[in-house]
């Protein structure tokens, strides 16, 4: 029987993480977990007024996302988090080897568009720029895959289901190249965030 993988749920802003990772999650049959949850309220405030978090800012979050991460290993779960830098990822790695990762990707306009459209979130478009400039792709030696955000939620998280049904068994294989859906330029349609 395969192992259930660690999933972390990654991309800007307004890709969908939060609506995606709870969806994929139930469709695996495994627990989630809000990556904003485990924010220090010193990073919310930053965000809220529309300022960048530093790596500093970052470190103990993403160290909570990997200790979570980590006690899942073995039993499967899914957590949001932007986790934009490889560095970030690397961070997240080193409590979580065994972490697998889906970034929902998608154009710029439609993002911002999400973004404009929802609702009792932290994150100002404002900042949607930074997020871009700061993003790094998945690397072909990390283990995940890449999922358009095109089309509606459970469309999504289908293509993401079907993307980690490729995904070799990570709690004891080495991370190395992995398959990635194909990205359109079609523009994405309207989805709750």
């Known amino acids: 029987m395969r192992t259930p993988h660690v999933v972390v749920v990654m991309g800007v802003a307004g890709t969908g993480k939060t609506t995606i990772g709870p969806l994929l999650a139930a469709r695996l049959g495994v627990p989630y977990a809000e990556g904003d949850d485990f924010h220090p309220q010193a990073n919310i405030d930053k965000m809220s007024a529309g300022t960048p978090l530093e790596d500093a800012d970052r470190w103990p979050w993403l160290d909570a996302i990997g200790d979570w991460a980590h006690g899942r290993a ?111 330029e079609a523009s994405l349609p309207d989805a709750p965030q």
Not at 141 to 148: F, I, L, M, T, Y
């Open 74 to 184: 073995g039993l499967g779960g899914v957590v949001s988090c932007s986790a934009l830098k490889r560095s970030y990822r690397d961070r997240l790695r080193a409590s979580a080897p065994g972490a697998v990762f889906v970034h929902l990707a998608g154009d710029r306009a439609l993002i911002e568009d999400r973004m404009t459209h929802r609702q009792g979130h932290f994150m100002p478009t404002a900042l949607l720029d930074s997020q871009f400039a700061t993003l790094q792709p998945l690397g072909a030696d990390e283990a995940g895959v890449v999922v358009d955000v095109i089309g509606s939620p459970e469309e999504i998280t289908e293509r993401a289901a079907d993307a980690l049904d490729t995904v070799p068994d990570t709690s004891s294989a080495p991370a190395g190249a992995l398959p990635e859906t194909s990205l359109s």
